[in-house]
């Protein structure tokens, strides 16, 4: 009896650990719009999909200079996919937290007065993603980055190749 139970045991956790080296995992790029400068932003991401309703996507996305101020954002989110349809298009709420370091470039009477502040905050948004292909998906995303002195939204479209 013990040896069925431990046979048993033996094969679950194979069957688990399989489909966990099965999981979806996806590399693209982003680019879109932060409110925090009214400017651009680009960045990468990375997502890992642990089951069909929970993957963790760290990212980083640039903010271009405007009106002085640049940054960089360092995220991680988890993000919960839903899908819709025939199971080429998914929705996902998502939440996460945010390292953001941003630069402002000031000068103030022949002065420079340029101040870089790094903070540490939450996101909160959503997404939608399409499957082109079984290898090639793109995506609309909106948050909201929590961050004291730097509440903003990023809104950005991308494209990744799912592997």
């Known amino acids: 009896m013990l040896r ?3 046979l048993t045991l033996t094969l ?3 069957i688990a650990a399989s489909a966990t080296q099965r999981s979806e995992k996806t590399l693209g790029l982003a680019g879109g719009f932060n409110t925090a400068n009214d ?3 680009a960045g ?3 997502q890992y999909s642990f089951s069909s309703h929970f993957r963790l996507a ?3 996305d640039y903010v271009f200079r405007h009106r002085g101020i640049d940054g960089l954002h360092v995220n991680l989110n988890c993000q919960f996919p839903i899908g819709v ?3 080429r298009f998914d929705v996902y709420p998502l939440v996460g937290l945010n390292l953001m370091s941003m630069y402002d470039h000031s000068i103030v009477e022949t002065e420079d007065v340029s ?3 790094t903070r540490l905050g939450l996101n909160i948004g959503g997404g939608c993603e399409c499957y082109c292909t079984s290898s090639l998906k793109i995506f609309a995303e909106g948050k909201f980055n929590w961050v004291k002195d730097f509440n903003s939204g990023v809104f950005t479209v991308g494209i990744g190749y799912v592997f």
């Open 44 to 46: 990468v991401f990375f």
């Open 85 to 87: 349809g025939s199971g």
């Open 39 to 41: 400017g651009a932003v």
């Open 12 to 14: 679950l956790i194979a």
């Open 58 to 60: 760290p990212s980083a």
């Open 4 to 6: 069925r139970v431990a």
């Open 115 to 117: 101040s870089r502040r």
